[in-house]
């Protein structure tokens, strides 16, 4: 009995994980970012040429920001302060003047899958915002409305699972550094 009740409460622990690896790997400032500008560069989804060079701008930014963010990681130093840095193959950039090991912190094949689908997810977020569909494709969305419809669960479902079934243990800018000893 004791053992029923262990396995159903893990299940929950571990959506409530996969929710927050999500969350940590579609970074929330650069989504609401997006959010916030992009009825302002598509004029409301009725754009004139400028409004399509600086959407397709904002997109592109928010796309890097999203990408870059999974490269990112933080460590507490032996001065006791938070610092940021970026993964490299040999470890945490900058790494000058600190006494923490960093070489624990390289770049790893996960952070490019991470990554890979950090930018999926903001594509699918940000292409199929209806005030972009309205200035780069008007007609798509009374044709394909069933895609635009289908299209962000399923990529959000996949997605979700990749990353609960692969956490990411970065923790990078703008989120809790993992102490002075990285588990990583």
Request: hydrophobic share 40%; glycine share 10%; charged share 10%.
């Amino acid at each position: 009995m004791a053992a029923e009740i262990k396995e159903s409460s893990s299940l929950p622990q571990k959506t409530f994980s996969g929710v927050g690896n999500l969350i940590k790997l579609l970074p929330t400032g650069t989504v609401f970012l997006f959010q916030f500008l992009n009825p302002v560069v598509t004029n409301n989804g009725r754009c004139h040429a400028v409004n399509k060079y600086l959407s397709g701008i904002l997109i592109g930014l928010c796309g890097f920001s999203c990408c870059f963010s999974c490269f990112t990681d933080s460590y507490k130093g032996s001065d006791g302060l938070t610092h940021y840095g970026i993964a490299t193959m040999k470890g945490l950039w900058p790494s000058s003047g600190s006494s923490v090991d960093l070489s624990s912190y390289k770049l790893r094949v996960g952070d490019f899958a991470h990554a890979f689908f950090s930018l999926i997810v903001f594509s699918v977020v940000s292409l199929l915002d209806s005030n972009t569909v309205g200035c780069f494709y008007p007609s798509f969305e009374s044709t394909e409305k069933v895609l635009l419809m289908v299209l962000p669960p399923v990529i959000g479902a996949v997605s979700g699972t990749v990353f609960m079934l692969f956490p990411n243990r970065r923790h990078g800018i703008g989120y809790p550094s993992s102490g002075s000893s990285q588990n990583s």
